[in-house]
């Protein structure tokens, strides 16, 4: 606890310092004359509060709301004209708690300042619906884009593959496709490929760039000579061969050309150099991003160990730095390429279901350049449970909740705004963390973390807001350990659960209920799939990895025995299982997808490799070199699906299911 308390910033060496450092706290926030962030739900539920020294109650406010608009509204207010609320005690003196008076607000986030005589708080008012957006009952398919093979793709699936697997879909009556995050990761040194230990929450990763529809390429005679060489073509013929993607390789041979590209339009003004300097204007970040890169590259190395100034947020790189320019370029092109993916698929109807990953490498550029809205002294993680006696550390540092308030939520807001508006459906990844979320501090074993709460209800304020303006519906990943207080919040703001059929299986009546408006799906990306846990092949994997004890396997293997009889028979008694015949593994995952699509989920998602009965996972938790994670291609190419009679058919059973209802 002490050391959690030293990682927020608390000056505590020894219990007995509690009661004085909660005092110095509680003086720091009395001195405010209102909190740093106040929330207003539907432009007018509930009312900010004044907080005045107990013997200058009778006293004028100034009171200034700026909208989000640029709007202005200004006024004074004599605090005897204000309702009392409360009273505390500060530091042996009193203060006095008023009810603000607002006019009805449009939805925004405007900035709210309070005077009396020298003294001035600030406070950000997040008008915000009471609800996110509903997503329409709808169906999709689920595929990490890394492993989506095609005859043109240079060794990993590109976005050019993503919006044809999109219209391909959408022919089949689909609305969605789900894939891991796109965000950007580190290619080389420090070398990470973890859609979910991404480099940065804010920006893209170019290896998902198809350089064959890049107009530059076109333009440079180098650049076209080096695709056309001998040795190249090599090259990503060897790329494309063999079962796992090497992202490292296929990143340099990317970038060789597209350097060349980004030398080509350098060169001369034209008005495609006009349009990136237009883009990296719009946003200030951009050059921050790509002079972190450059920096990185040099060093090569995470940032903590940089030199100083660069450690501290100084970095030093020349506009026309070759790394610095690539890193302007390929954001640029990758935003298009989205842009242009998403445009096609929005015109029938289509979108994407994409995840807002829980946190962010400690060497990316969001814990550099934002490392006031982070705890670099902790780590987040998991308690012990049944699987993981030992608890999990997931190697990213928390939030600061705290700080986050006092900035104005600047960074998460970048952070949901950036996945919201280029989807139709966003994953909060362990949607729990909105609530608490279990901290390791450094030297304190991960089995000896504490939860750490945050301001719940102004999180859901920034996300129901966010939906509204992207129109993107919210669904709160909330498998694992669920406090009771979650999901009646997820309820309340109009979060779609997550339901997953294999987490769900019971030994009393084989499945339990799919609840409303959730988004149901057979299994995750971090779950064996389903013809894998079928067959117990995932319990074999996690014992020769070392992962499982030979005891612990074997009660798994019993557990499931126990477990598929059920499940069977209750498939059958809902109509979705014949009777009179054996239930091989495709007549039950069939018989799932069924039960799924015909209920009263919103959105239905089926992992396309479940249909062919993959049995090896992408991703192993608790692994790291033991098994090469996030790197499996699949075993079909997007033209082998588009042909596949057992693809096809359980799409079209699904579709059918969801019309039905």
Known sequence: M???????????????????????????????????????????????????????????????????????????????????????????????????????????????????????????????????????????????????????????????????????????????????????????????????????????????????????????????????????????????????????????????????????????PSARRNELERFAAADPRLDDYARFRAAGERHRTGWPVWPEPERSGEVRVGDRDGAYRYHRYVQWLMQGQIDHILEAAAAGGRSLLLDLPLGVNPDGYDVWRERAAFVSSARAGAPPDAIFSGGQDWGFPPLHPERNRAQGYRYPIACIRHIAKHAGVVRIDHVMGLHRLYWIPQGVDRSDGVYVHYPVEELYAILTLESERSGAAIVGEDLGTVPRYVRPAMARHGLHRAYVAQYEL?????????????????????????????????????????????????????????????????????????????????????ACLDYLASGPAAVVVANLEDLWLETRPHNVPGTTSEHPNWRRRAAMGLEELRRAPEVREALAEIDRARAIR
């Open 506 to 590: 019971s030994e009393a009546h084989g499945l339990d209920r799919v609840p409303p408006n959730a988004l149901a799906t057979v299994n995750t990306h971090d779950m064996p799939t389903f013809a894998a846990f079928w067959s117990g092949r995932d319990i074999d994997l996690l014992t020769s990895l070392g992962a499982t004890a030979p005891d612990a396997a074997e009660r798994e293997r019993e557990q499931r025995t126990r477990l598929r009889r059920p499940l069977v028979r209750f498939l059958r008694d809902q109509g979705h299982l014949p009777r009179g015949r054996d239930a091989e593994t495709p007549d039950v995952l069939r």
């Open 2 to 268: 002490l050391a959690t308390l030293r990682a927020m910033g608390v000056e505590i060496d020894r219990v007995a310092q509690a009661p004085a450092a909660l005092d110095a706290w509680r003086a720091g926030r009395g001195s405010a004359l209102c909190e740093p962030v106040h929330v207003v739900w539907e432009g007018a539920g509930g009312l900010p509060l004044v907080h005045l020294p107990e013997e200058r109650t009778a006293t004028t406010l100034r009171v200034d709301l700026r909208l989000e608009d640029g709007t202005e509204i200004g006024q004074r207010l004599r605090s005897e004209d204000l309702r009392p609320v409360g009273r505390t005690e500060v530091g042996g003196r009193g203060v006095v708690s008023f009810e603000l008076p607002l006019p009805p607000l449009p939805l925004g986030y405007h900035r709210l300042a309070l005077g009396l005589g020298r003294r001035r708080s600030e406070s950000l008012v997040i008008s915000a619906p009471m609800r996110a957006r509903p997503a329409p009952r709808e169906w999709g398919v689920f595929l990490p884009l890394y492993a989506l093979v095609t005859g043109d793709t240079w060794g990993v699936g590109d976005l050019t593959a993503l919006g044809r697997l999109l219209a391909w879909v959408g022919e089949l009556g689909g609305r969605l496709v789900a894939t891991l995050p796109l965000l950007a990761a580190f290619l080389d040194e420090p070398y990470d490929p973890s859609p979910y230990s991404p480099a940065s929450r804010l920006f893209w990763n170019e290896t998902y760039l198809d350089v064959t529809a890049v107009p530059e390429l076109e333009r440079s005679p180098s650049a076209r000579e080096l695709v056309a060489s001998r040795a190249f073509r090599s090259e990503l013929r060897a790329l494309r061969r063999g079962d796992l993607v090497d992202v490292r390789r296929v990143a340099a041979a990317k970038r060789r050309v597209l350097e060349l590209c980004a030398e080509a339009l350098y060169r001369r």
